[in-house]
Antibody, heavy 119, light 110 residues
């Protein structure tokens, strides 16, 4: 059974970089036509698509975040990561990682991790 | 403000049927597949429907999806109290070159 687990700091200061890692178990991260994705949910709000890294290494980002965002993969560790630079309070959210068969066909999800941006 | 519009809330009695709409445009729903997700309180979203009307293994046939033009619909029959959740539609937007989610619909089973 495929499982994903987000990890990273729960508190980030404004203007710093938010860094999260998603560890994948129960399946390979380097094979298969999978979209390794990030989604976030602001407190009490709906889901926001952040972006993905395809198994080939190509990436697609939400245009509203693109200038601050990097998604990368480390196949040796079975992990993929999100880095969001110059964060503000508006980036406070629960961040989910997911494995998809398409950009918005997300089959397996992590449990989510709350990241708060505060001084 | 999402490019996909869903009603904020719907409600129905146990055993009844409910539909949740998702309205988009020619740059998203009309020419791309729609997925639907169920998010129970305090949990991660769960895939309910993909490719407009397909159900993943383990999803009961009480859940169905359809699409016509620039709108998609999720249907749930035989409502149970355990169906109380937030429901989201999602698709690709070719103009934005990005995935998009609807704003979500809260289902209350009275």
């Amino acid at each position: 059974q495929v499982q994903l687990q987000e990890s990273g700091p729960g508190l980030v200061k404004p203007s710093q970089t938010l860094s999260l890692t998603c560890t994948v178990s129960g399946g390979s991260i380097s094979s298969g036509n999978y979209y390794w994705s990030w989604i976030r949910q602001h407190p009490g709000k709906g889901l926001e698509w952040i972006g993905y890294i395809f198994y080939s290494g190509s990436t697609y980002y939400n245009p509203t975040l693109k200038s601050r965002l990097t998604i990368s993969v480390d196949t040796s560790k079975r992990q993929f990561s999100l880095k969001l630079r110059s964060v503000t309070a508006a980036d406070t959210a629960v961040y989910y990682c997911a494995r998809g068969l398409a950009a918005t066909l997300l089959v397996y999800w992590g449990q989510g991790t709350l990241v708060t941006v505060s001084p | 403000q999402s490019v996909l519009t869903q009603p904020p809330s719907v409600s129905a009695a146990p055993g009844q049927k409910v539909t949740i709409s998702c309205s988009g445009s020619s740059s998203n729903i009309e020419y791309n597949y729609v997925s639907w997700y169920q998010q129970l309180p305090g949990t991660a979203p769960k895939l309910l429907i993909y490719e407009n009307n397909e159900r993943p293994s383990g999803i009961p046939d009480r859940f169905s999806g359809s699409k016509s033009g620039t709108s998609a619909t999720l249907g749930i029959t035989g409502l149970q109290t355990g169906d109380e959740a937030d429901y989201y539609c999602a698709t690709w937007d070719s103009s934005l070159s990005a995935g998009v989610f609807g704003g979500g619909t809260k289902l209350t089973v009275l």
